[in-house]
């Protein structure tokens, strides 16, 4: 069975993506609804080697909410972004 190749975009089409993500959300935080400015990249979810350049797998978040997600308590907040992408599928 061949390995499905990650999708990673890059350019233009990159900033589509980023775009895109940020539109759908608002440029707000999906978990405190914060606004996140526009140079702050989205976050992927999930991430790690399983990371893609896919809108719903992409969320954005702001910097306080970015560092819990990767913090010691992160297993919640990363189900709650799955939760959210789901409703977007």
């Not at 990249?41 to 991430?47: A, D, K, N, R, T």
């Not at 797998?57 to 306080?64: E, G, K, N, P």
């Amino acid at each position: 069975m061949q390995k499905q190749k990650k999708i990673r975009l890059t350019g233009k089409a990159f900033q589509r993506f980023i775009d895109t993500v940020r539109e759908r959300d608002s440029c707000n935080c999906v978990l405190c609804e914060s606004y996140v400015l526009p140079e702050y990249p989205v976050h992927h979810e999930p991430g790690g080697s399983y990371k893609q350049d896919i809108v719903n797998q992409a969320v954005t978040i702001c910097h306080a909410c970015h560092v819990a997600v990767h913090g010691r308590d992160g297993h919640e907040l990363r189900i709650t972004l799955r939760e959210y992408l789901k409703g977007m599928s």
